[in-house]
């Protein structure tokens, strides 16, 4: 079982930046990809970013240039900078961690934190 706590969602005029932060815990040796998604009201659950243990990225067409994704091995953490921030931003981001376990992926999600961007 591996547990994600997020932190640093708040309320931001348009223009500005933000920085997610989300820590693991639990069995975080298996962790191979750990992302942030979003849900914005009526909308479904989308990827904004992710990041493997080796450091390769994946960036959403609409964040990437402004957002920059980044992990902290050591301390089971991943970071997300957001940048330039539009009231498109707006919505509850999760963070995502894909674990691998005898060749069984298994995903977990942690709480969301709310961005709200004000224009």
């Known amino acids: 079982q591996v547990r994600l706590v997020e932190s640093g969602g708040g309320l931001v005029q348009a223009g500005g930046s933000l920085r997610l932060s989300c820590v693991a815990s639990?069995?975080?040796?298996?962790?191979?990809?750990m992302g942030w998604y979003r849900q914005a009201p009526g909308k479904q659950r989308e990827l904004v970013a992710s990041?493997?243990?080796?450091?390769?990225?994946n960036y959403a067409d609409s964040v990437r240039g402004r957002f920059t994704i980044s992990r902290d091995n050591a301390k089971n953490t991943v970071y997300l900078q957001m940048n330039s921030l539009k009231p498109g931003d707006t919505a509850v981001y999760y963070c995502?961690?894909?674990?691998?376990?005898?060749?069984?992926?298994?995903?977990?999600w942690g709480q969301g934190t709310q961005v709200t961007v004000s224009s």
């Open positions: 990041a493997t243990s080796t450091g390769r990225t």
């Open positions: 995502n961690a894909i674990t691998n376990d005898d060749l069984i992926e298994y995903e977990y």
């Open positions: 639990g069995s975080t040796n298996g962790i191979i990809t």
